[in-house]
C-alpha cells in the first residue's frame, strides 16, 4: 500500500434534514465548518436515503447495498435487526486493504458489539440496550464523570419525542461532546503506519431535542422556519395520535413546533462546532490535506411538516439529505455542487473508489467521483427509488421515485398516490396526483416503480400497474433470512 493512501473520515450526523446548513441555503442557522467544509469539497444538492430510518439507512450505508438485497426495508412490520453476515462492509474491505478502522457513536449494529468490519467500535447507542448486560461506552464514560447525583436521562424526554428542553447537565457530559473527544483520541492514538477510517456518528440531532442551553438559547431567540403545511395535510390531523409524547403526526401548539425546532437547529449549531475541533484536529496532525471527508446524515425529520414528526416518510424532510465530500487534495479541484440524484449507497463505492481500491460486483451504488470530478458517465441514473415498510401504522408505508425535481410516492396498504414538483413547490404543499393535466406525468412516474418492483417478484405488481397490499402479509425480503440463515450456519 502506498504511504500516500488517502484517510478517510466519514461524519454522519443522525435524523438531520437537508435545509439545516447555511450550504444549503439555510440563512438562519450557523454551520460554519460544515460550510467550509463544503467550499473545499462538493455539496450533492440532491442527496436522498434509500429508507427514512435508522437501521435500513445504515445498512445501506455499510455495505453499499438497496434495502430489497440487504434484506431491511424499515424498521417493524416483520424486519429483522441489522445483524451480520454481510458479503461486504466498506471498514472490512479497507481493514483487508491496510487501513486501521474506528467506529464511534451510533452503529446500531445487532448484536450490539458486532463489528461489521471495524478493528474496534466505542458505542453511544442512546437508550437502545438490545443485548443482555449491555451498557453503551457513553453511558458508562457518562457515569464515570457526571458531577451529581442525576442520569443521562434525567431532562425526562423520550427518545423519539417531539418535546424539547435545554440539556440537563453540563455541556461536556453531552453525547455530541464525547463523540469528538474519542475520535479525536483515536486520531492521536491510531497506528501511525496505516491509513485510518474514522466513522464519527453523532446521536443527535435526533431526539430528544436537548441542545446545551447555550444553543438552545440562540435559536429560542431567532424567528425559525415555520413548518410546511400542504393542502393535504389534514389526514394527518389526528388528535388521537397527537396526545403521544412520541406521536408520529398530529397538530402541536405553535410554541411546542417553535421549541422542538429550536432544540434542533441547536444541536445542529452544537455538533456544528465540535466538528471544528475534529478539523482541527486532523489539521494538526498533519492529514488534512490527504484526508477524504464525506458528510451525510441516515435520514431527515419531519419536524412539524404537514402535520409529521420523526422520520420513515417520503417527504422532503425525512428522505432528502445532506451530502458534503471532500476530496484529499492529490484528487485536484472538483465541482462545488452536484445536481444528479445520488444516495447513500454511492458512498461505499466512492470511497473505495478514491482510495483505489477494487469495488465488489454486489454493490448497487455507484461511485460518485466522476460526478465530483465533472467526467460523470452519460448514464447516471435518472432517478432515485426509496421505501419504508409500515412502521407507525399501515397507512404509511410507501415507496417513492425522486430525480430531486419531480416526487412520486405510492402508499401500498391504502392504494393511493401523491405527486409533487419540486421546483415550484418544494415544500411538496400541493398535490398534483389527482389534477388531470399531470395525469402523464403520474403514469410516467407510476410505470418506473412498476419497472423496479416487478423485479423482486414480490406480489407489488402485476407487470402493468402497482397492486394493493391493503390486507395483505407484509413483505420481507428474501436475502434477510438467506444472510442470517448462511451466518448461523457459518
Known amino acids: 500500500m502506498s504511504s500516500k493512501q488517502p484517510n478517510i473520515v466519514m461524519i454522519m450526523t443522525d435524523q438531520q434534514r437537508w435545509d439545516t446548513l447555511g450550504s444549503y441555503g439555510n440563512e438562519i442557522i450557523e454551520t460554519v465548518n460544515l460550510d467550509a467544509l463544503a467550499s473545499e469539497g462538493t455539496v450533492f444538492e440532491h442527496a436522498y436515503t434509500p429508507s427514512p430510518s435508522c437501521v435500513p439507512a445504515r445498512a445501506s450505508l455499510l455495505t453499499g447495498m438497496d434495502p430489497w438485497h440487504t434484506g431491511i426495508l424499515g424498521m417493524g412490520a416483520g424486519q429483522g435487526p441489522m445483524e451480520t453476515g454481510f458479503a461486504h462492509t466498506l471498514p472490512g474491505v479497507l481493514a483487508d486493504a491496510g487501513y486501521h478502522t474506528q467506529g464511534i457513536g451510533k452503529m446500531h449494529f445487532y448484536p450490539q458489539r458486532s463489528l461489521n468490519g471495524f478493528h474496534h467500535t466505542l458505542l453511544d447507542e442512546s437508550g437502545r440496550v438490545e443485548d ?4 453503551s461506552d457513553y453511558r458508562a464514560w457518562f457515569d464515570r464523570n457526571k458531577s451529581g447525583p442525576y442520569d443521562f436521562v434525567d431532562h425526562g424526554i423520550h427518545w423519539n419525542s417531539w418535546m424539547a428542553r435545554p440539556y440537563h447537565a453540563p455541556e461536556y457530559l453531552h453525547p455530541t461532546n464525547w463523540t469528538v473527544n474519542e475520535s479525536i483520541a483515536f486520531i492521536q492514538r491510531r497506528d501511525p503506519r496505516k491509513p485510518l477510517f474514522l466513522k464519527t456518528s453523532f446521536a443527535r440531532p435526533h431526539s430528544p431535542y436537548d441542545a446545551p442551553p447555550v444553543y438552545f438559547d440562540l435559536y429560542e431567540r431567532k424567528r425559525l422556519p415555520d413548518p410546511f403545511v400542504g393542502d393535504w395535510a389534514h389526514i394527518h390531523d389526528k388528535p388521537e395520535d397527537a396526545v403521544s409524547p412520541v406521536a408520529w403526526r398530529g397538530v402541536r401548539k405553535p410554541e411546542e413546533i417553535r421549541r422542538a425546532r429550536a432544540g434542533y437547529y441547536g444541536l445542529i449549531h452544537h455538533i456544528d462546532h465540535q466538528i471544528g475541533r475534529l478539523i482541527q484536529c486532523l489539521q494538526r496532525e498533519g492529514l488534512y490535506e490527504n484526508t477524504m471527508i464525506a458528510f451525510l446524515s441516515d435520514h431527515g425529520d419531519m419536524l412539524g411538516d404537514h402535520n409529521l414528526w420523526r422520520k420513515t416518510c417520503a417527504y422532503e424532510g425525512s428522505a432528502h439529505i445532506p451530502m458534503i465530500v471532500k476530496l484529499p ?5 472538483t465541482k462545488a455542487r452536484v445536481t444528479e440524484p445520488v444516495t447513500i449507497q454511492d458512498v461505499m463505492p466512492t470511497i473505495l473508489d478514491i482510495a483505489g ?5 454486489a454493490l448497487d451504488g455507484r461511485s460518485m467521483a466522476g460526478l465530483m470530478q465533472g467526467t460523470a458517465a452519460a448514464d447516471w441514473r ?3 427509488h426509496g421505501e419504508h415498510c409500515a412502521c407507525y401504522s399501515d397507512e404509511q408505508e410507501m415507496h417513492y421515485l425522486t430525480d430531486g425535481r419531480t416526487k412520486y410516492i405510492w402508499f401500498p396498504r391504502l392504494h393511493s398516490e401523491q405527486l ?4 415550484s413547490d418544494p415544500g411538496e404543499c400541493r398535490d398534483l396526483a389527482n389534477r388531470p393535466d399531470e395525469r402523464q406525468r403520474l403514469l410516467h412516474w407510476r410505470r418506473r416503480l412498476v419497472d423496479i418492483l416487478a423485479k423482486r417478484n414480490a406480489g407489488l405488481t ?3 400497474d402497482l397492486v394493493c397490499q391493503a390486507g395483505k402479509p407484509y413483505i420481507v425480503s428474501p436475502h434477510y433470512e438467506a444472510r442470517v440463515n448462511a451466518c448461523s450456519s457459518s
Open 420 to 423: 409533487f414538483d419540486l421546483e
Open 462 to 464: 402485476d407487470g402493468a
Open 382 to 384: 435518472k432517478y432515485v
Open 132 to 135: 443482555r448486560h449491555f451498557i
Open 329 to 333: 487534495r492529490s484528487c485536484g479541484r
Open 357 to 361: 481500491l477494487d469495488i465488489p460486483e
